[in-house]
């Protein structure tokens, strides 16, 4: 009986173990079996990331590729745009390669300032002007330049005038110098005209202009009035035998003579005489009429005798001279609107003349033989 209750609790014991052993091998087979479903689960999600990573790389590289397309894009608009501006100005270097500096600069400043531009201007005058020279030539209180000084000038007032300094950088210093003074007003107040011309030079950026503009314009217009001639003997030789047969003669009688040569379309004075006047700024053109404008600065008159003898002029001290084309005789019997008309366009045409040295022989003959001073 104990025999048999051992042997049951063996055979208990036994498949106890073995109940026991065949649960631990369903459990790694369940375990197994469940593995490769997580990891087929895992699968997808690393594959979208994946996909997003490939597509993020793409567009990374699609935008640099367009950056640098764009930049190369760039780079030969750039490269086309200098190589242009490079053509172009080399263009305008070769049609102004046979003018000096000096022209070229008169030139740009004048299309840029000037009053006229080139269908209306007949001619430019170029004149240099000293530092210490006077700035109106007419009054002996005149203020003077601080500085050398290039003055452009047209052929008559009402074209207009600039003046100016040059810094040598592009870049110039402008002076507001009338082209007419008004030498009848008073002192004070021409002093304070200088004055703000000197205390408001502006300084103006000179543009390049147009080659074919400027070349037009030197070519056509410019006249250069004191270019320097020292350096040619035989006409300084003449300039001295002219000084010796002049000696006797003030300067003023040398001007009349020579204006009366080189204006007068008469070969010689009605009567031998040649009478000279002198009129105030501020005084009447036309004698005979009340309402008459005035001339606008002191002028002399030349007059041998008949018309078309008469020379109305007014002197600038640098060699050259004002006409004023007064008429031969007034009609003051046509209307007021015509009369004021007349004298506006004398005003306003009056003309810049460059007054010939002449023949030193005449000058004297004139001078001598026909002139008759107030």
Known sequence: MKRNKYFCSIVSILLFLLLLTACTNNSSDESEEETPDNDSALEPENSDRDEEEDIDSDDAEQDEAANQKKEDDNEDDNTSENTEESQSETKEDSILAGYS???????RVWLQLGELQLDELNELNVRHISAGDPINPDDDQSAEYPEDVIELRGGRLIDG???YSSNGDGTINVYNVPARWENHADEEALQNEYQKIIDEQEMVEVDKGNSEDIKELIDEALIIRDEDTSDNTEES???????SILNDYTAEEIEYARIWLQLSELEEPANENLYLRHISAGEPMNEGHEESAEYPEDVTVLDGGRQPGVITYSSNGDGTINVYNIPPR???????EALQNTYQKILEEVELVEVDTGNPEDVKKVIDAYLIME
């Open 237 to 243: 030789a003449s300039e001295t035998e002219e000084d």
């Open 161 to 163: 005038m600039v003046t």
């Open 101 to 107: 500096t000096e022209e070229i600069e008169y030139a």
């Open 330 to 336: 007034w009609g003051n019997n046509a209307g007021e």
